[in-house]
């Protein structure tokens, strides 16, 4: 428990008794969310993955399913590990390596100070690395995996959640004793200053463990250090792009059902399923995944890492805070990163991010308003999410900088000239692979202008929920709903919207089932009806024609005929 850092302390101690203090580095990191150590403590699985490098696959070596990946019987007989967890040097080293293996202009410097083997011929570095211990013991507790692409947009069946371990529990951030120290006789102090600054940068940018591109693993450095131009500089001419979040859910889990927990995962889930199912309108099936890998990453049938990275920074201080009435509803507001080489996120991925914004939320219940729900039961519950994403952006008459929602608008014209500039900037990408007839029948949720229909409709008289004080404004269900989740809810013979597993889904039963339209209300007052709100309906066709018999089709039909409506985008029913 405390040798880790007692050594670390030590060690510093005999370079200022010889005077050499100048040849050790040390200090104190942050490590902001969790780092995965692991899938499970047995000894052929990884116990920390370097940040460089690709994570392994969810599978042994033999082919077969791992037998230890149970969650529940995991988090019944193990939730925490008896284990107390630590950053190896050799992980730090590695990372290191890897981040300046990209910059030519200090790779040889690097490959001198750190050492090198070129066939037999094995080079000694001229630097330590040590292990980095928390300052406060902490254990490695579980957490999960939920493979959910098959489910959400191939409304196949859902899959099982996989067990990992991590040091940290996403709440608490976790301040760790970084340190290196020169070689006697090999490293000259200036040598440790470069190193230093080397890892100050590459813990930064890379974090630490594996699933650092979903957001794991993020390390805050020193607020004492201060990167040259020359490391600032985004590797392989990438750009990052920062959002204001503020999600208003009916609450998110991880390994805890029970538990409200909402994780950097939710969002690359929720990216991931989103560009695959602009890709599945544009290309082939097979195409569409292989240009997802190329951006997002996978790990099976072969690992390939991906050039998107996700980063999520809590607000502390309003994280997963509970509504002052009932139902209860949670609230989770933070930062949003995105990096990405510049012209594939500012072409291809911040369009599809406006989209995914404007048609629906994050996490769990992302496919409806914010709203109270009754149970057979005859109680009351929340359901649904409210997500409210903002940037900053220039005013070109003051040229100060604002913060402004970040959606698009009310506007057809703007909705189709979006989505064009999109699949241009795609065909130029990856001309060999476009052929935006291959999936008009598919069975999947295939965002085109020949696969699926948006429309906008009149919503509830006024916004149910205070954002400011967290409270319900009105406890008559009904009266949460706008016209499009009236539509859903509709019983009437033979329409029966509501847990239709062709249209509506059904999350009530022991083989649940996604619904095939998504709602997301917004704040916009109807220019049609007199109410403050509206709703964006986003209905996929799965391969159903707007003109056939099917309920799909059907559901369209009716979305067509509410008083108000605007399509905004996509197939119609005229």
Known sequence: MYTGPQLVKLLEKQHQRRETSNLFKKDTFTLQWRSKVGSFPHPDVETMVSAGEPSGAW????????????LDENLDRMPELPLNGYIPGSSIRGIVRAWAMKRPSIRNQMLDLLGSQQGNVIKAGKIEFL????????????????????????????????????????????????????????????????????????????????????????????TSFRPSAQLRQAEDGSTTKTFEFKLYSQGCAGADRQQQDFRPSHWRGWLRSWILRFLLGVMSKDNAEKTLWELMGIIEPETRKGCVQIRMIPEQEIWGERSINSPYFYVWEGKLQVTAPSEILNKIILPIIRFAVSTGGVGRGWRRPLHIFHMNNGYAATRGSHLIIKHQVTNPNTKNRETQLYRLPLNPERWTSTYDNWLVAVRSQWTDRININANQSLEAEVFSPRTCAVYSVPGCEANP????????????????????????????????????????????????????????????????????????????????????????????????????????FGVSAI
């Open 59 to 70: 599978y042994v070596t033999n082919g077969r399913p791992e037998d230890k990946r149970q």
């Open 131 to 222: 292990d980095a211990w928390p300052e406060i013991a902490t254990k490695l507790v579980l957490d999960i995996v939920n493979l959910q692409q098959d489910f959400q947009v191939y409304h196949k069946g859902q899959g099982k959640p996989l067990s990992i371990y991590t040091l940290g529990d996403g709440e608490d951030t976790i301040p760790v004793t970084v340190a290196i120290r020169g070689i006697q006789g090999l490293a000259s102090p200036q040598d440790v200053q470069t190193v230093w600054e080397w890892v100050q940068q590459a813990l930064s940018i890379h974090g630490v463990g594996s699933r650092t591109s979903a957001g794991y693993g993020q390390i805050k450095a020193p």
């Open 465 to 568: 929920i205070d954002e400011n004080d967290l409270e319900w404004l009105e406890a008559d269900a009904v009266a949460t709903r706008g016209e499009g989740m009236h539509l859903i809810y509709e019983q009437t013979p033979p329409r029966n919207y509501k847990r239709n597993p062709d249209i509506g889904g059904n999350a009530a039963t022991g083989n649940p089932h996604c619904s095939w339209a998504s709602i997301k209300l917004i704040n916009i007052r109807s220019q049609e009806i007199d109410v403050d709100c509206q709703e964006i309906v986003c209905l996929f066709m799965g391969g159903k024609s707007p003109h056939s018999n099917h309920i799909r089709a059907h559901f369209l039909q009716d979305l067509n005929a509410i008083e108000g409506n605007v399509h905004l």
